[in-house]
């Protein structure tokens, strides 16, 4: 996820990424009661954005034009892996006054884009346990081809273990382990040729038989 702050003037933008999205935000613009004929931001007539992407060439975004909300996603239109991008925002108030354009820091989808973990289906059965783990979104499994993951098995008394899946894996089956013992599992994705990792996901606990 993309954020941006613009007011009346040219002002910094920021940029903070989030899992597969890029979305541009404009920082709220305070209304002045002096400007004549303006309105605050959500009144009819009030202050509207306009957002367009690219580089070296300007494309504007077809449904962020002339918007009252203070967002644009532009996931579909930056989602080239061998491309890197800029955006910019400028606000409006009826009937013609605008603002000075504020222009994001240049941001790539392969290296900016922060990784999730993968999402674990456990299954226990008289042998073990089977965990399946289900990839990223599309956007990330796209961008990277070289994906592994870790898979974390703690047991209460506090021994963790740690194996590891390669991109093709999807599945996992833990033998051997303690029977009517409480296991609890997370799963990290990991991006080797980058150095990258996802934080570890959610706890998952099963009960073996």
Avoid at 44 to 72: A, K
Avoid at 148 to 175: N, P, R, W
Avoid at 179 to 201: D, E, F, V
Wanted: aromatic content about 8%; hydrophobic content about 35%; charged content about 20%.
């Amino acid at each position: 996820m993309y954020k941006a702050g613009v007011s009346s003037a040219a002002c910094p933008v920021w940029l903070a990424a989030s899992v597969g999205l890029f979305v541009i935000h404009q920082q709220h613009q305070r209304h002045d009661p002096s400007a004549a004929g303006s309105r605050a931001a959500g009144e009819p007539g009030g202050l509207r954005h306009s957002t367009s992407y690219g580089e070296p060439q300007w494309l504007d975004v077809g449904h962020c034009q002339g918007i009252q909300r203070h967002h644009c996603d532009l996931s579909s239109l930056t989602s080239d892996p061998r491309e890197w991008y800029y955006a910019r925002v400028h606000a409006s108030s009826l009937p013609s006054s605008k603002s000075a354009w504020a222009l994001s820091p240049r941001f790539s989808p392969r290296w900016d884009t922060k990784i999730s973990p993968p999402v674990l289906r456990l299954n226990v059965t008289e042998e073990g346990v089977v965990i399946r783990v289900k990839p990223p979104k599309p956007l990330v499994r796209k961008m990277h081809s070289s994906l592994q993951y870790k898979i974390y098995l703690m047991h209460t008394g506090g021994e963790e273990k740690v194996f590891d899946l390669d991109c093709c894996s999807k599945k996992l089956a833990l033998k051997e382990l303690n029977h009517q013992a409480k296991y609890c599992l997370q799963g990290q994705t990991m991006i080797p040729l980058q150095a990258k990792s996802s934080t570890r996901g959610s706890v998952k606990c099963i009960t073996t038989l």
